[in-house]
Nanobody, 126 residues
Framework: QVQLVESGGGLVQAGDSLRLSCATS????????MGWFRQAPGKEREFVAG????????YYADSVKGRFAISKGNDKNTVYLQMNSLKPEDTAVYYC???????????????????WGQGTQVTVSS
């Protein structure tokens, strides 16, 4: 049974940092590209960051480029999202996702992913 479990969300002030984790089980971690998406109240879910199966390629939404960093901890079957210089507009539920065939060309597309976590809330106050 495949499971993706996010953690690390919380309430912070603008300019603060948070590190989200997504622990995976039931899949061969190295065979999957991983992505982070977010959904703010009343808005569509949007792509945030993605990392290739090997971890050698990363891809970011323009809104977070230079502030967020995605990484893979292969020894722990976990993907991380380091979020720095947080802004109120980063407030959302953050979801991780695993895609067996997602590539750097497709990792921004939700349908590229096979498995999703339940999400973790990030709230940034001004």
């Amino acid at each position: 049974q495949v499971q993706l479990v996010e953690s690390g969300g919380g309430l912070v002030q603008a300019g603060d940092s948070l590190r989200l984790s997504c622990a995976t089980s039931g899949l061969t971690f190295g065979n999957y590209a991983m992505g982070w998406f977010r959904q703010a109240p009343g808005k569509e879910r949007e792509f945030v960051a993605g990392i290739s199966r090997s971890g050698g390629s990363t891809y970011y939404a323009d809104s977070v480029k230079g502030r967020f960093a995605i990484s893979k901890g292969n020894d722990k079957n976990t993907v991380y999202l380091q979020m720095n210089s947080l802004k109120p507009e980063d407030t959302a539920v953050y979801y991780c996702a695993a895609g067996r065939w997602a590539t750097t060309q497709t990792m921004a597309i939700m349908t590229s992913y096979d498995w999703w976590g339940q999400g973790t809330q990030v709230t940034v106050s001004s």
